[in-house]
């Protein structure tokens, strides 16, 4: 069997058959924007501030993250009529993040329960919490996707012509891309023709499996390997959770043992230089920072020079979305990774992309823009708590076949997860 059977088929037993994969910490390898638009620029500024005011409070370092309080959910109705069409998407979403919470608790348990012995046992409290985080994060996607594909197939006796258009809205309006969604529902229509689709609960299952085999072709994780330390340069446009996803991810890496270093290559404001190293505090990394408008090429080259010197094993790389100089975006990414290339032979080793799934569709085609200029190995999927677009992954992972190693839940270190197509697609499915 190929190790993409071998992969393929472990994961539909764990997500058709059994649990939600408890993995915590990846063991396993696997645009231009040259100004952005001013108001885009501001919001950023404030949140940034916001977020830099409020990082003390928010980043317990090796302290559990409290969980949150649990809501008081009323018993899921099975086979309840459907709400009626939300109007707009503000309407729909509320009415996802109701049917998320209410849908929560169960599937959460089962995922959690499900355990292989006594080792996994003792980590299903903690995998079942985890889980329902991510139903709970989640909750408006589904609302947004899910729900509605559960609503045009509602009460239908067989699969027939109305039910594909409806399928076809769905899946178009729910941001997987055009192109996903022609594809998906070509795929249902051949079935239909050939009748061997004609039941609309098959119809559920046969999406949540092709999604979910879209999915798992571009889980990666994010692997140190051998070679010390492994250089991560994180990209992308403003706003879109760089310096946040670094300090998550370095808080997870420190806290399993791993000397992490980052680079405050964002030089453009001194706001995000003071961010990074609020940060680098709270988890115990050291962050190397030159003054605001200093040239985040130097910045990159002396934090590989000190993370080599310390003996780290990881360098996380924060970078601007936008610049103070006229200088391309995309060229001063490129000037970064030759410089990094000089400090450390083969660094940087993996060009991480954060895109903000709020922006939905725009995501994929910033991920396009940045991997024409400079290859993108690896990206986070950020925002999915405070979205209904979060189908754009399905898009991302059939469009641009780049490993998702993380996805962002929300704003707790905890709320970055590995990404994992299984626990993803039964999150995103069950009801
Ligand atoms: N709800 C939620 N908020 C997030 C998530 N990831 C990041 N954020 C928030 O998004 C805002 C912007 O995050 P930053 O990390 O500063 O973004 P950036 O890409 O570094 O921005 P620039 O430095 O301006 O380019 C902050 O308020 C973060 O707390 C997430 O997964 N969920
Ligand atoms: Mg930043």
């Known amino acids: 069997m190929s190790e993409e059977q071998q ?26 924007r040259e100004e952005v638009e001013e108001a885009a620029e501001e919001a950023t500024e404030a949140q940034v501030a916001q977020s830099v005011e409020q990082g003390t409070e928010k980043l317990p370092v090796r302290e559990p993250v409290e969980e949150p309080p649990a809501e008081p959910v009323e018993e899921p109705v099975v086979k309840e009529a459907p709400p009626e069409e939300q109007p707009d998407e503000e309407a729909g979403e509320e009415a996802g993040e109701e049917a998320g919470e209410e849908a929560g608790e169960e599937a959460g348990e089962e995922a959690g329960e499900e355990g292989d012995g006594a080792e996994a046992d003792e980590a299903a409290p903690e995998r079942k919490g985890l889980f329902k985080r991510l139903k709970k994060g989640l909750s408006r996607t589904r609302g947004g996707f899910v729900k509605k594909i559960d609503r045009a197939l509602f009460g239908k006796p067989v699969v027939d012509e109305e039910t594909l258009e409806a399928l076809e809205e769905v899946l178009l309006t729910a941001d997987i891309g055009v192109a996903t969604s022609m594809k998906l529902v070509e795929e249902v229509a051949e079935r239909v023709r050939r009748k061997e689709l004609t039941d609309p609960e098959v119809l559920r299952v046969h999406l949540k499996t ?30 879109v959770g760089k310096t946040t996803t670094i300090g998550k991810i370095a ?150 076949k780049i490993p998702v190693k993380f996805i962002g839940i929300g704003e707790q270190v905890d709320d970055l997860r590995p990404f994992n197509a299984a626990e993803f697609v039964e999150a995103l499915f069950s009801d």
């Open 7 to 32: 992969k393929k088929q472990g994961f539909f037993s764990k997500v058709f058959g059994k649990k939600a994969n408890e993995e915590e910490l990846p063991t396993e390898e696997t645009p231009e």
């Open 251 to 400: 808080a997870q890496f420190t806290a399993r043992g791993d000397k992490v270093v980052i680079g405050a290559a964002d030089t453009f404001r001194a706001a995000a230089i003071e961010q990074l190293a609020i940060w680098g505090e709270r988890v115990g990394a050291q962050v190397i920072k030159h003054e605001h408008g200093s040239d985040p090429a130097a910045v990159t080259f002396d934090t590989l020079e000190a993370a080599k010197a310390r003996g780290a094993d990881l360098v996380l790389i924060d970078t601007a979305g936008r610049l103070h100089t006229k200088t391309n975006l995309m060229e001063e990414m490129k000037k970064i990774r030759r410089v990094a290339g000089k400090a450390i032979e083969g660094a940087p080793h993996e060009v991480m992309l954060v895109l903000d799934s709020t922006t939905g569709q725009n995501a994929i085609s910033q991920a396009k823009t940045f991997n024409e200029t400079i290859t993108v190995d690896s990206i986070v999927l950020t925002k999915l708590d405070g979205t209904a677009k979060g189908g754009v992954i399905v898009g991302i992972c059939d469009e641009l």
């Open 210 to 239: 092709r999604i979910a085999e879209i999915l798992i072709e571009d889980e990666g994780h994010l692997d140190l390997g051998p070679k010390r330390p492994y250089v991560v340069l994180v990209v992308g446009v403003n706003g």
